[in-house]
T-cell receptor
Framework: GIQVEQSPPDLILQEGANSTLRCNFS?????LQWFHQNPWGQLINLFY???GTKQNGRLSATTVATERYSLLYISSSQTTDSGVYFC????????????FGTGTRLQVTL | DTGVSQNPRHKITKRGQNVTFRCDPI?????LYWYRQTLGQGPEFLTY????????KSRLLSDRFSAERPKGSFSTLEIQRTEQGDSAMYLC??????????FGQGTRLTVV
């Protein structure tokens, strides 16, 4: 099956710092989503980004489908950004079933 | 409509008991998914409905698990004869044809 790997697995930042999270996938995908999982377990949608670049406030994402990777940028990090970030991909022909990556655990400190 | 709703949020059960979880998707979404997430891992796909039809089941879904979506609206996931290995977060998601999936808050199951 498809492999979805995220890096780094863990990241500690001071408040105000910038970071880049990476998602590599091993096969062609129809769609890609980035999620933030909060401490209560809820998955919050960040981006639905099968290709191209999107921005939402301090966050932006870029997916290069032909090279099979996506990047999530967090600028001016805040303590509320702490949590686990997942990318998830939809394989062609899998009716939107998502395969999740391994996750990046982010801790933002004061 | 405020999003995907799951009940209960937490469930503690004794080994061997049956449990049932409910998911109410976003009203205009015809696709509904169940995922399971264990500690330190990403969610894993369990099963998928399009309207009332269950179209795909993961091999993770043993014979003790059954899911239904009567009338293509809410869905239930039942686990019979629970085992300690069933302890996990059970997540429900829904999507429309555009395919962006939205998740509920999850049901955290603890089997003691």
């Amino acid at each position: 099956g498809i492999q979805v790997e995220q890096s780094p697995p863990d990241l500690i930042l001071q408040e105000g710092a910038n970071s880049t999270l990476r998602c590599n996938f091993s096969d062609s995908v129809n769609n890609l989503q980035w999620f933030h999982q909060n401490p209560w377990g809820q998955l919050i949608n960040l981006f639905y980004i099968p290709s191209g670049t999107k921005q939402n406030g301090r966050l932006s994402a870029t997916t290069v489908a032909t090279e099979r990777y996506s990047l999530l940028y967090i600028s001016s990090s805040q303590t509320t950004d702490s949590g686990v970030y997942f990318c998830a991909v939809e394989l062609d022909g899998t009716a939107s079933k998502l395969t999740f990556g391994t996750g990046t655990r982010l801790q933002v400190t004061l | 409509d405020t999003g995907v709703s799951q009940n209960p949020r937490h469930k503690i059960t004794k080994r061997g008991q049956n449990v049932t979880f409910r998911c109410d998707p976003i009203s205009e979404h015809n696709r509904l998914y169940w995922y399971r997430q264990t500690l330190g891992q990403g969610p894993e796909f369990l099963t998928y409905f399009q309207n009332e039809a269950q179209l795909e089941k993961s091999r993770l879904l043993s014979d003790r698990f059954s899911a239904e979506r009567p009338k293509g609206s809410f869905s239930t996931l039942e686990i019979q004869r629970t085992e300690q290995g069933d302890s996990a977060m059970y997540l429900c998601a829904s999507s429309a044809r555009t395919a962006e999936a939205f998740f509920g808050q999850g049901t955290r199951l603890t089997v003691v």
